[in-house]
Every structure is written in C-alpha cells, then in structure tokens.
C-alpha cells in the first residue's frame, strides 16, 4: 500500500518550535534504538513560578553517545560536521541536532542535560558556554534518581526541563489545563510521526508517549492499489 501522514500542514506551526523533539527522535533512530520512550510531564504546583510548564524527557536503547575524547568530539561536539553524512538511510548528517535542542529551552542551558550509560557508568553532559561559544562537558555521574531512568536497556536520555508552555502556538496564555497537556501530547504523536513514519511503518523503531504505545496506523491512512483484469469486453465510444 502507499500512506500519507493525515493533516501534514497542521504540524507545520508546531514544528517552529518544537523541532528539537524530532531531532532527539531522529538521533535516537540513526543510534539503532528499537525503543523510544517519549515522557511528558507538567508542573501543578500553582505556587509556582514554573506553574504549567512542561517537562520533556526522551529515552532510547540505541547505542548511546560515546564518550571518549575523540569518539565523542566526532560524534557530538563538532559543530556541522557528521560521521552519519556518508551513511545511507540516516535522518541527521548535517552535525547540528543537538544544538537545535536548545530551542526548547529558549537557550537556558541548565535545563537541557543529556545522559547516556555505557556498561558501567552513567555521564552527564552538559551545555556549557564559553567566549560565547557552546560547548559541551561530560561527567561521571552517581545520582541514583537517574540511574532509575535507565531502565531495561535504555542508553541514552534527554531531558527538558521547565519548558515554557506558551512556546507551542496551540496553547493559550490562559491557567493550565488538561486539555493543554493532551492537545500536546496530541501534537507530539503527529510530529513524530510524519517524521519517522517509514521507520514505524517497517516496524524498525517502537515508541511510547507516556506509556502509550504509538500506533501509526492512527495518523496515516492507506491506499490499496488493485488490479483488475477485464477480458472479452466489448466497449462502444460513440
């Protein structure tokens, strides 16, 4: 069959802002993860300051980051530069990903960690700035809360932290709701979607947003091509 995404131009709003997403979820693809976990949380303490603002967290078992020097300055920390851009069949070549994370949380780089686990130690690494250049540090962590994070056999998480809610056009200046929370959750599970739908559809990747299963058959449909054969039939044109 052929699919189309339903409804592609209602996602080109929130891609503006919320392309960081689609490029963790990209990354996470090309690092051969087969699971995705896609968490979104909100702040309800109306007290406050950070009241109804979301937290975003994306967690993958793909192959991690690697953090020896070298490896790690290849594969992470060279801006515009890629070992994915002579590879065929990755989303990121371009070397800029993880830079475009920072559009999340409007450039607050405390709010932006990332954290992958080799096969006996978890690293943080953090964004850091420097004669007004981004830069990244990476350090052993032992902090057991995030050694919670990783379960099964994830590798590699990303976590935004305090984003603003008034960042996605869909959500109104007004008190949270729930209906923000859902309408975002809504519009994450179609971003997610138009961008990586040959990977669902081949079943290559499985992800989950708030431990719900995404079901691309949910967002595109399908186009049944048929042949017919028509045999001894006689047409008159007049």
Do not use: C
Not at 89 to 115: P, T
Request: aromatic letters at 10%; zero cysteines.
């Amino acid at each position: 069959y052929q699919g189309w995404v339903k409804n592609k131009n209602t996602i080109r709003n929130l891609l503006k802002h919320a392309e960081p997403i689609v490029e963790v979820v990209y990354n996470s693809v090309d690092a051969e993860a087969t699971k995705i976990d896609i968490k979104v949380a909100v702040n309800n303490n109306e007290s406050s300051d950070l009241f109804g603002s979301f937290n975003l967290l994306i967690s993958d078992n793909g192959t991690g980051i690697p953090i020896e020097d070298e490896d790690f300055k290849k594969s992470f920390a060279t801006f515009q530069d890629s070992p994915k851009k002579d590879k065929s069949g990755m989303y990121g070549k371009r070397g800029q990903g993880r830079y475009k994370y920072l559009k999340l949380v409007n450039n607050k780089l405390s709010n932006l960690k990332i954290y992958t686990k080799t096969k006996t130690d978890i690293y943080q690494i953090n964004y850091i700035m420097e004669d007004n250049t981004i830069g990244f540090e990476v350090n052993k962590t032992t902090d057991n809360q995030i050694d919670n994070l990783f379960y099964e056999d994830m590798k590699t998480i990303v976590m935004f932290e305090d984003i603003d809610k008034t960042i996605f056009e869909f959500i109104t200046d007004s008190d949270f709701t729930e209906n923000d929370l859902e309408a975002l959750i809504s519009n994450i599970k179609e971003l997610v979607t138009i961008h990586i739908a040959d990977a669902l559809i081949s079943k290559k990747v499985s992800i989950k947003i708030n431990n719900e299963l995404l079901n691309v058959e949910n967002y595109i449909f399908q186009k049944k091509i048929e042949k017919y054969e028509i045999e001894n039939q006689e047409f008159n044109i007049n």
